[in-house]
């Protein structure tokens, strides 16, 4: 097992490197770059969805000493569009100050080697480092990715297991409506459907739509704390929690089913083992395989991707939204930092997902497994 967890330690590094390669390819060379985002401010032509991120470009770069719209014409401000008028030197001091007076592999050596060192430096539009506004935004990936997964797992394990059980029951039947009406229902449908019954919408009050606290948050008592917590989560993670559930409980289910039909179930149950026993003894251990398979990704799709709707809806400042801002607004810093960190830590989820395996099954040999 040693050797195996090395080589996919040292797998990671040529990995990591193609993610940040491939991102910086398509990002970085899209147009309406960070130095067009302040252009399009200045010239008070800014409609994008995130023009109210504070800040404010004119403000963030007027310590360059140079009055913006002096001057004339030159070949550095021809190839930004909108950038008629402007002093040819604010341009250039403007792509200094975002790296672009440099070429793009010198660029992307540079990134690569700040990276590997955890150095993501500063947010271009906001006047703070990468690393502190990730920690800022990240309980609340943390709080519905980690619940989400959990409560989806809660559910659709058990769930599944009956299904196989009992299949082709009526219980099989009504579960199998009620997941496919689940599963088909968008997430983001559903918050909204669960604001206007529940978040004073329509009909009830009964839950906050803000935060993930109460401003009395601080004068709380633990156990007030705690509830407060959960009151704030529960309708994001209802939301979240829908389609993640039924799709946990289909895989489960179709996975016990082919377990519980094979040869060495009826053995079992020839040498006279109790259903309970041939169920949990036997046929758990290898049909969780497989959901343990899954694991990575649907924790990776709840941390950081399946958020970003849910995250508007309730007003919850996580990575999610500030992964969407960062990317219309061409804030490279945020987006290449937040590319790393999440393709780094799927690729250790990843890790442990396969670690997870012996314990589940001591059977299965990672020594002389080829990477």
């Known amino acids: 097992m040693a050797a195996y967890i090395i080589r996919r330690l040292l797998l990671m590094i040529p990995t990591i490197l193609g993610i940040m390669a491939v991102t910086f390819a398509v990002i970085q060379f899209a147009p309406g770059g960070p130095v067009e985002q302040v252009i399009a401010k200045l010239q008070g032509t800014d409609v994008s969805a995130t023009s109210r991120i504070g800040g404010g470009s004119g403000g963030d770069f007027g310590g360059t000493g140079v009055d913006p719209t002096a001057g004339g014409q030159s070949d550095v401000t021809s190839k930004y569009r909108g950038a008629q008028g402007l002093d040819p030197e604010f341009i250039k001091n403007l792509e200094k100050e975002f790296g672009f007076d440099k070429p793009p592999l010198?660029?992307?050596?540079?990134?690569?080697?700040?990276?590997?060192?955890?150095?993501?430096?500063?947010?271009?539009f906001r006047d703070v480092s990468v690393i502190s506004l990730i920690k800022e935004k990240l309980p609340v990936s943390i709080s519905l990715g980690v619940w989400m997964t959990l409560i989806s797992y809660l559910i659709s394990i058990p769930l599944g297991i009956r299904k196989a059980v009992r299949d082709g029951s009526a219980f099989d039947v009504w579960t199998s409506g009620v997941i496919i009406v689940a599963y088909a229902v968008p997430g983001f449908l559903f918050a909204i459907l669960l604001v206007v019954l529940f978040a004073g919408g329509s009909f009830f009050d009964w839950f906050p739509l803000r935060g993930l606290t109460s401003e009395n948050w601080d004068q709380l008592s633990w156990p007030g704390k705690i509830v407060d917590y959960f009151w704030h989560l529960a309708l994001p993670l209802t939301a979240m929690a829908l389609s993640a559930f039924a799709t946990s409980a289909l895989l489960t289910k179709n996975s016990f089913l082919d377990e519980i039909r094979k040869q060495y179930v009826v053995t079992a149950r020839s040498k006279g083992l109790t259903e309970s026993q041939v169920l949990y003894g036997h046929v758990f251990r290898n049909a969780m395989l497989l959901i343990i398979a899954g694991f990575p990704g649907a924790f990776i799709g709840a941390f950081f991707a399946g958020s970003l709707l849910i995250e508007n809806i309730f007003s919850l400042d996580g990575l999610g939204l500030l992964g969407f801002e960062s990317i219309v607004k061409r804030d490279y810093a945020v987006v290449f930092a937040t590319a790393y960190i999440f393709g780094l830590m799927g690729l250790?989820?990843?890790?442990?997902?396969?670690?997870?395996?012996?314990?589940?099954?001591?059977?299965?040999?990672?020594?002389?497994?080829?990477v």
């Not at 050596?109 to 430096?121: E, I, K, S």
């Not at 989820?349 to 299965?364: A, F, G, H, M, W």
């Open 106 to 124: 010198e660029r992307f050596g540079l990134m690569v080697w700040n990276y590997a060192r955890f150095d993501f430096g500063d947010s271009f």
């Open 348 to 370: 250790i989820v990843q890790l442990i997902s396969d670690i997870t395996y012996t314990l589940v099954d001591p059977r299965i040999d990672f020594e002389s497994r080829e």
